[in-house]
């Protein structure tokens, strides 16, 4: 595709209950980011990937969170048990190369997760 | 700790002004400075960068002026029109090795 998309867009969960949020980069982007967007708390990175190496895991903020990207593609962050501190719109982003931010991100629009 | 720190968290102008949005950083390892743009319901789009070897960057009606030495940047946006109207981020990186750490950004508004 021509962006980043993610879905689903709106999600609503209850608290304690599991939930996959999925990105899809664009194609030949090698970098993925995740990143949380909270009111008033600006975009906080939580997982890196690039290439083949080990995701940089160093922004989750609990054991809750987890992420994959599969065959260097499509990525799925998962949370379980949420938690209502949770809710929040999650971002996905990717960028073309290893040097990756000189380029910039392209970011999607976001799944905004609420839990209930 | 927070890495970037961004004022105001809000500005209102009116069509015609120059809106500034400040950015203060606290890692001398950063060197690459980029602002983002983001409308309500959309991802944050990049919109200008600089890199610390140069003092100002210019980009249409966008400006970056950087100081090394106060480890400060800003954003000036020229001649402001009511669809400047959005949420502007600043962001600093040490290029190529970390992610982007973002300010809280800035809700900007430009009345006509």
């Known amino acids: 595709g021509a962006g980043v998309s993610q879905s689903p867009s709106n999600k609503v969960t209850e608290k304690g209950k599991d939930v996959e949020l999925r990105c899809d980069p664009i194609s030949g982007h090698t970098a993925l980011y995740w990143y949380r967007q909270s009111l008033g708390q600006g975009l906080e990175f939580l997982i890196y990937f690039q290439g083949n190496s080990a995701p940089d895991k160093s922004g989750l903020p609990s054991d809750r969170f987890s992420a994959e990207r599969t065959g260097g593609s499509v990525s799925t962050l998962t949370i379980q048990r949420t938690q209502q501190e949770d809710s929040a719109v999650y971002l996905c982003?990717?960028?073309?190369?290893?040097?990756?931010?000189?380029?910039?991100?392209?970011f999607g629009s976001g799944t905004r997760l609420t839990v209930v | 700790q927070q890495q970037v720190k961004q004022s105001p968290q809000s500005l209102i102008v009116q069509k015609g002004g120059i809106p500034i949005i400040n950015c203060a950083y606290e890692?001398?390892?950063?060197?690459?400075f980029p602002w983002y743009q983001q409308f309500p319901g959309k991802g944050p789009a990049l919109l200008i960068a600089?890199?610390?070897?140069?003092s100002e960057k210019k980009e249409g009606r966008f400006t970056i002026s950087f100081n090394k030495s106060a480890k400060q940047f800003s954003l000036h946006i020229m001649d402001s029109q009511p669809g400047d109207s959005a949420t502007y981020f600043c962001?600093?990186?040490?290029?190529?090795?970390?992610?982007?750490?973002f300010g809280k950004g800035t809700r900007l508004s430009v009345i006509a």
């Open positions: 600089i890199r610390p070897d140069v």
């Open positions: 962001a600093a990186s040490v290029a190529g090795n970390t992610p982007l750490v």
């Open positions: 890692n001398t390892a950063f060197d690459y």
């Open positions: 982003a990717s960028s073309p190369r290893r040097d990756s931010t000189l380029l910039g991100y392209t």
